[in-house]
């Protein structure tokens, strides 16, 4: 009896691999509980063996295990039986639904086992197997949206509130400095009587008018009396005209 040392590779992860020793009588149920084993993979999945060239390329189909089915063809199948060349190598797909697919190479032959080994083992362990089952993290887009919606508006809110943060430091520094002064517009205000009731517009209106028009009157009034003033000067002008010519007749009859 020998022992067959099979190097089994993930197809997509060149850098992991598994050296297993096997005994020529295993069967390629014994290979897939083992390459299962070393991968920490579970066995709820069916898998299927081919044969493969030394290019790798598929060739005839070996048959398929069924998930825990000690009883099936494969089963029962050594290993021996399909191996005609030094470098004999298979294909091995498990779990037909996500498939994990292998590539697996006969490497070593030894004539004989070790008595105080028991078989099939693993023998060189290389690189972390990737997850069995991958975990798919899904948001739901109503919810995405609203956080990207809060996140938008509150970031709105925030340069909103420094804007006008810094417009009030703008307006300190400057009536501080003195060179800007809000000083607000001189308000007229109306002293009304205290027992004034005003239940209408109108009234409202006609106490209106007639502050105004007691403000203009004032303003004419004392306008007024300014050009009363400058006729009594042109009057008096006149008068010193009229009495200079009354002089000067006076003066010429006296004469």
Same mark, same amino acid.
């Given at each position: 009896?020998?022992?067959?040392?099979? !190097?089994?590779?993930?197809?997509?992860?060149?850098?992991?691999?598994?050296?297993?020793?096997?005994?020529?009588?295993?069967?390629?149920?014994?290979?897939?509980?083992?390459?299962?084993?070393?991968?920490?993979?579970?066995?709820?999945?069916?898998?299927?063996?081919?044969?493969?060239?030394?290019?790798?390329?598929?060739?005839?189909?070996?048959?398929?295990?069924?998930?825990?089915?000690?009883?099936?063809?494969?089963?029962?199948?050594?290993?021996?039986?399909?191996?005609?060349?030094?470098?004999?190598?298979?294909?091995?797909?498990?779990?037909?639904?996500? !498939?994990?697919?292998?590539?697996?190479?006969?490497?070593?032959?030894?004539?004989?086992?070790?008595?105080?080994?028991?078989?099939? !083992?693993?023998?060189?362990?290389?690189?972390?197997?990737?997850?069995?089952?991958?975990?798919?993290?899904?948001?739901?887009? !109503?919810?995405?949206?609203?956080?990207?919606?809060?996140?938008?508006?509150?970031?709105?809110?925030?340069?909103?509130?420094?804007?006008?943060?810094?417009?009030?430091?703008?307006?300190?520094?400057?009536?501080?400095?003195?060179?800007?002064? #809000?000083?607000?517009?001189?308000?007229?205000?109306?002293?009304?009587?205290? #027992?004034?009731?005003?239940?209408?517009?109108?009234?409202?209106?006609?106490?209106?008018?007639?502050?105004?028009?007691?403000?203009?009157?004032?303003?004419?009034?004392?306008?007024? #009396?300014?050009?009363?003033?400058?006729?009594?000067?042109?009057?008096?002008?006149?008068?010193?005209?009229?009495?200079?010519?009354?002089?000067?007749?006076?003066?010429?009859?006296?004469?």
């Amino acid at each position: 009896m020998s022992i067959l040392r099979f !190097r089994v590779s993930f197809e997509d992860y060149d850098d992991i691999h598994r050296d297993i020793d096997l005994k020529d009588d295993h069967t390629f149920a014994d290979l897939l509980a083992i390459i299962l084993q070393s991968i920490q993979f579970d066995n709820k999945h069916n898998s299927e063996f081919f044969l493969a060239d030394h290019n790798w390329r598929k060739g005839d189909r070996i048959g398929e295990v069924n998930a825990g089915d000690s009883k099936g063809k494969l089963a029962e199948t050594a290993l021996i039986n399909f191996i005609d060349d030094p470098h004999q190598r298979f294909l091995f797909t498990y779990d037909l639904e996500a !498939r994990w697919n292998f590539t697996i190479e006969l490497i070593r032959l030894i004539s004989s086992p070790d008595g105080h080994v028991n078989y099939p !083992r693993l023998v060189v362990s290389a690189g972390t197997a990737p997850v069995q089952y991958k975990e798919n993290l899904i948001i739901p887009v !109503r919810e995405q949206t609203e956080s990207r919606s809060r996140r938008r508006k509150s970031d709105t809110d925030d340069d909103a509130l420094m804007a006008i943060a810094a417009m009030d430091d703008d307006e300190d520094a400057l009536s501080e400095g003195g060179e800007i002064s #809000d000083s607000a517009p001189e308000e007229i205000s109306l002293d009304l009587p205290a #027992d004034l009731d005003l239940e209408t517009d109108n009234e409202i209106a006609k106490l209106a008018e007639e502050f105004n028009n007691t403000t203009e009157v004032g303003e004419d009034e004392s306008h007024d #009396d300014d050009e009363y003033g400058n006729d009594d000067d042109e009057f008096g002008g006149d008068d010193d005209e009229y009495n200079s010519g009354y002089g000067s007749g006076r003066d010429e009859y006296d004469e």
